[in-house]
Each structure stands twice: as C-alpha cells, then as structure tokens.
C-alpha cells in the first residue's frame, strides 16, 4: 500500500464527505467562470467586446443566464418517453462529476488537523474508473437523442455513441504507454512517476493523441457533430428546455474540466510544479500545489477555447475516419515502440543499440509518410485530369430548341 493510500484510508467519513462537497463546489464554479472566460477569450479572438455588462468584466454573466435558464417554461415533447426524457439530463449530470474522485488535486496537506491529500480515494485502477465512468456518461446523452421523439436528436444520440467509440478507443490506447512507463494505473502513481520528466515530453505522442481524443470525447468543437446547430438544429438536446437544458450544459463544461485534470494528472506531473519552481510545493504547507494543478488545467481550458474560435466543425465522415483510419492505427504502432523501449532499457541494454532502434523507428515513420504523400499528390493528380470526363452520375439530357422555334 501505497503513502497516499494510507493516508486516504485514515481519513474519517466526515473528512471525505467535506472533500466531496468541496469537489462539488469547486466543479460548479469552475463552469461558471468557464462559460465567462470562454465568452471573453473568443470575443478577444473575433475583436468583440463580450460580456461586460453583469458585474465587474461580466463577470455575472454566466450566473444571470443560468437563473434565466431555471426559470423558463420546462416544456415536455407529447412524442417523448416521459421517465428516460427527465433520467436522461440527470445521468449526464451526475457521472461527469464522479472523475474527480481519484484525481489528486495537492500533495500532502493539513486539512482540519488531519494529515490528508486533495482526493476522495486511490483505486489501483483509478485511470480505468476514469474511463468506465465517461463511457456511462454517454448514454445520458443517447438516452435524451432517443427518448425526445424527434429526428434530429435522434441523429445526434447516435452520432454522439459513434463517436465516443471511435475516439474511446484511441484515449485509452494512448493511455497504454502510461501504464508502461509508470508501472502502475493508480492515479497518484503515475504523478510520483513523473517527478523527473513530465510524460508529455518523454510520451509526446500519446499526449497528442490524447489532447485530440479529448476534444472529441467531450463533443466540443470542431468535433461537435452530435449537436451540430447548421445540420441537427441543435442535436440531441434539441427538445430540452429549462433546468433539463441546464444539466446538459453543466456536463459539458464539467467534463472539460475532468478531462483536462486528467490530462494534468497523467501527463503535465499533476500537482507538481513548473520544472526549476519545486521549492513552491511547501508554501502554504503543501496547498501551493493545488495552483500549480489549476494553472495547467486552465492550460488546457484554453486550448478548447482555442480550438472553438479558430477552426471549422469537420464533416462527420471525415471526423470517423480521422479516428479509425489515424489515431487507431497510430496508437497501436507507438505502443509497440514503447513496449520494445521499455523493454530494452529494462534489460540494461547498450545507448547504442537503444539509439539505432529510435533512429530506425524515426525512418521508417519518414518513408511510410512520404510514400503516403506521393500517393495523395498522385491521386490529386488523377483527379485533375479527370475532372473534364464525363461525370459517372446520371445528367439530364438539355432540352433543345425546336425547328419552328428557331425560324419563327
């Protein structure tokens, strides 16, 4: 058993449920000032003002539209399966806040005289937890896409199911490295493992896999296809209104912050500081820590931010695609360049057979990727040429003007 693990399994129920409560808080809040932080940043990218009205920059904002939003009229479809139709938001609502339950938001601290950590728990599979309660998530949102009666949600729901496997898939292999390197899934484990090297510098690649899986796991644009206002006027909570609108729209913003704390956790050495700034991990006795953690999920908050304001929404063919036909294929190759490294370093192999292996990896991914790229400028090729032959669908005939039309 782990120090932390010893530590969290001394806490007293009362502690816990403190803890638990201030998660809760935390999670809320942090919606709040993310739904104002994302309305300013973007209108600073497009040269807007934003919100600026409701308290001092706006900042009200986000709360004066959340009790707007309370106190419109909840309006029930008569098409709609009335029971999943309200389960449906609550789901979603509840699952996306259960994360946080193994994310170690500080090192150790002195909470109400305890000597404790900023966690509910430490599962010895706490990363697979994380990903089990996000795949529940989903079907909060599947179950409202079915149960509203309605065509469009319909579509989203199950836009929203295929896409969650598709990019679920690719997360969870690009989490596979991880647990090779640290040699554990437990989520503290893997933020001692990083005390050296962060794992987005010696696992770029997963962390790149990861960072794209993420934003379409939480359905954010450009990979918003399951509410995609231009095609599904508004996806798969079309039909809902009120506080049942309101749930949807704190999961979303709750699951960024979960994926981004996990992001933090797994890749970014948690709680630990900025390498050069460790000595700030014993100011306040340990709780400095806690800012170094939200300073980098803001970090990631703001590539969402980022993302949204600057990129298009993709085509959903291209968008599955871009999972099964990339991301797949890629993770499964890393992996096994991680593994055969893990391996040898393991086995005390020489540098310099470690380094001829690296260096052969690095020019095989050159020449697969110049092979694809003359095949692409080829195909391109093929395409302009053809494009003055005749199309392969049928094309009504123009009608032709007769005799009499001409002379007359």
Known sequence: MTPTQQLLGSDPGWLIAVKGLIVFIVCVVATLLCVW????????????????????????????????????????????????????????????????????????????????????????????YVLAVASVGVYGIVLAGWSSGSTYPLLGGLRSSAQVISYEVAMGLSLVAVFIYSGSMSTSDIVGAQHHWWFAVVLFPSFVIYAISMVGETNRAPFDLAEAEGELVGGFHTEYSSLKFALF????????????????????????????????????????TIVWFFLKVIAFFFLFVWLRGTLPRMRYDQFMKFGWKVLIPVSLAWIMVVSTLRVMSQRNEGKVIITSFTVGVVLVVLAVSSLFESAKNRREREDALGEVAAPSFPVPEIPQPRAEQLHG
């Not at 939003?69 to 999943?84: C, G, S």
């Not at 050495?269 to 340990?286: I, K, Q, S």
């Open 249 to 288: 729209f704190l999961a979303e913003y709750v699951n960024i912050v979960a994926v981004s704390s996990l992001a933090t956790t797994l890749f970014l050495g948690g709680y630990h500081a900025l390498p050069g700034l460790g000595f700030t991990e014993t100011w306040l006795g340990g709780w400095f």
């Open 37 to 128: 932080g994302e309305r300013r940043i973007v209108s600073f990218m497009q040269q807007r003002i934003g919100p600026n009205r409701v308290g001092k920059f706006g900042l009200l904002q986000s709360l004066a539209d959340g009790v707007k939003l309370a106190l419109k009229e909840d309006l029930i479809p008569k098409t709609a399966d009335r029971i999943v139709f309200v389960i449906a938001p609550i789901i979603s609502a509840t699952t996306c806040f259960m994360s946080f339950a193994v994310i170690p938001l500080t090192g150790h601290v002195k909470f109400f005289g305890h000597q404790t950590v900023m966690q509910l728990t430490d599962l010895p599979v706490g990363v697979l």
